[in-house]
């Protein structure tokens, strides 16, 4: 495997050094750049074409190229969608104490809804105001794949601004910087490590429910969308096995060759970018390439764009004159203000929006009571069982991951080899979804029986929620930190203890929380399995009462009253654990302490 790698990586560098000091990397970089605008095109079209419910997935292999660069299309738009949320709540969240009491429960809440929860408003909504065309149905696919991604990545940046060392802060507000110049040269360089490997993790998080979001039943009406997903559902349920499997392969082949691509084109150059805002003052440690940045680096196009971009672009303020008396300092520091605060205008604009907030959370309240008031007692006892048998499973989900993600994490995230060597088997192992293989799982464990094969299921989707943040915890760890434990001598199982757990602890958090979310969320297709034409196989759970709910018109009420049952276990867990351990890792484990 190894040898494998090292092949392509040399090819890869031998092409580089041929478009060295010549115009082909231009040439190539044009031509990616006209095919991505004619597949944009042909995107394009197919939210002008009229709306139809009943549109027909062509099954040939041939036909997977384009379905894929739709599918790619939406997940691109979605991240976008998610990044900007991040940005915007995570950033109100760690300003404002007071606000954060309730956006935090909430972004937990949200991050455990399952997809189809939010199927029924969002579709009829959009799809009301688009009704001569298909942009509604296109909008309803990029906001679930959205609720998909957005929750983890708000959580990274959330708690990488409350984690901010505290002599960063103290610079800030010496050298006077204003919200702006705080947030561009300090907040978000020192959150960039956890929001890049957050923003892996959130594609993957997006390509899991892939199926669900493009091909999907409202109001007894099949909605389908052209793309990778639909014609992964439309293979499951082919009735003919050997077409079944052969659709089914490859739709396996397609989603390798888009993850690889996206991880070797994307992801993997960014990884080696955001090396340079590790919060470090060693130099030791084997530094991360990326062949395509190589490659770009090369363009002279970019390089063109680079400084006509940045030839009137302001550097960080620095002090005119050398720093004063350090007996100064350290009066003055005492007299510092909060730099977490916001100014009068962003106070006013806070406490604005958090207030329309509240009364649309109050008025939502208000019509989900009246709507569960027509639920009877039977189905809240079924809905409480299965609650109860969804959370053991999670809560097992979790610990089981926890056990080899910890230690796998840290080998890749302190291993520039490693990482560079099984970062594209992660990601295609995190991206590819889960719910695909579903059935070969279940034909394998079936004696095992649907209650024990669904945990097994939820923990193939959420187990790298934890994986992804330890890796970025452990790329994390200052480098001088490092190598005083070297000097020390501190090594094995001591080292773990007493540097690398503690250091990662912050990121292991965020992964839990993360996970537990996504394991709800993947709960709804861990639970109800569907194989061909035969009838659904369910659980015992809260998700198998969702997906058998969702989309009927008659039992909104019911499908209600699960998303309040599992909001509330999700508050209730928030409250009593994933608070008092962001806690924990905010005062004893966080290097600004």
């Not at 939210?47 to 599918?71: E, N, Q, R």
């Amino acid at each position: 495997m190894k040898k494998f790698f090292g092949n392509i990586w040399g090819g890869a560098h031998s092409a580089l050094n041929i478009t060295r000091g010549s115009g082909v990397a231009d040439l190539l970089l044009l031509g990616g750049i006209a095919g991505i605008i004619f597949g944009l095109f042909s995107f394009s079209h197919e939210w002008a074409a009229p709306p139809s419910s009943d549109f027909t997935i062509d099954m040939s292999p041939w036909a997977l190229p384009k379905y894929t660069f739709f599918s790619l299309s939406r997940g691109v738009i979605a991240y976008i969608l998610s990044l900007a949320f991040t940005l915007l709540y995570g950033y109100w969240a760690a300003k404002d104490k007071i606000a954060a009491r309730v956006l935090i429960p909430l972004l937990d809440i949200l991050q455990s809804l399952p997809v189809l929860a939010f199927l029924p408003v969002v579709s009829l909504s959009l799809m009301s105001l688009f009704p001569r065309n298909n942009i509604g149905l296109e909008l309803v696919v990029i906001i679930m794949i959205f609720t998909g991604q957005a929750w983890n990545m708000t959580f990274s940046f959330y708690h990488s601004i409350t984690s901010v060392p505290i002599e960063m802060r103290e610079a800030t507000a010496v050298y006077r910087f204003n919200w702006w110049e705080r947030f561009k040269w300090m907040e978000l360089p020192y959150s960039m490590m956890g929001l890049v490997w957050n923003s892996m993790m959130s594609m993957a998080g997006g390509w899991f429910f892939l199926m669900v979001c493009e091909s999907f039943t409202l109001n007894d009406k099949s909605y389908n969308l052209p793309g990778l997903g639909a014609y992964m559902a439309k293979a499951i349920t082919l009735e003919d096995s050997g077409a079944r499997w052969t659709a089914q392969f490859w739709a396996i082949v397609a989603m390798i060759l888009m993850i690889v691509m996206l991880d070797q084109l994307l992801w993997r150059p960014i990884v080696v970018w955001a090396q340079k805002f590790r919060v470090e003052e060693g130099a030791g440690g084997e530094a991360a390439e990326s062949w395509f940045l190589d490659f770009l680096r090369r363009s002279r196009i970019l390089s063109f764009l680079k400084n006509l971009v940045t030839r009137d672009e302001k550097t960080v303020p620095t002090p005119a004159t050398p720093v004063v008396h350090a007996d100064y300092v350290a009066v003055a520091s005492e007299h510092l203000p909060d730099v977490n605060q916001p100014n009068v205008l962003g106070k006013v604009i806070s406490t604005s929006v958090f207030l329309a907030l509240c009364g649309g959370l109050l008025w939502g309240g208000l019509q989900l009571f009246l709507l569960l008031a027509n639920v009877p007692g039977s189905i809240w006892a079924k809905i409480s069982i299965g609650a109860g048998a969804t959370l053991g499973r999670v809560v097992a989900a979790t610990v089981v991951g926890t056990l080899w993600t910890l230690p796998a994490g840290l080998a890749i995230g302190l291993s520039p080899k490693l990482s560079r060597l099984l970062q594209p088997i992660v990601q295609v192992a995190a991206s590819f979804p889960a719910p695909m293989l579903y059935a070969l799982v279940w034909l394998a464990l079936k004696p095992l029986g649907i209650n024990t094969v669904s945990a097994i299921l939820m923990l193939l989707g959420t187990q790298w929620y934890i994986l992804f943040n330890v890796i970025a915890g452990a790329m994390a760890i200052p480098a001088d930190l490092k190598e005083m434990s070297h000097s020390f001598g501190v090594t094995g199982w001591q080292r773990f203890w007493t540097l690398y757990a503690p250091a990662c602890f912050p990121y292991l958090v965020t992964g839990w929380v993360t996970a537990a979310g996504g394991a709800w969320n993947a709960s709804i297709v861990s639970e109800y399995l569907t194989i061909g034409s035969d009838k659904p196989i369910e659980a015992t759970g809260l998700g198998a009462i969702i997906s058998s709910v969702a989309g009927v018109s008659d039992q909104k009420a019911v499908l209600a009253a699960s998303v309040v049952v599992m909001s509330a276990l999700v508050v209730l867990f928030n409250r009593f654990i994933w608070k008092r351990l962001y806690d924990l890792a905010e005062t004893r484990f966080s290097l600004s302490k």
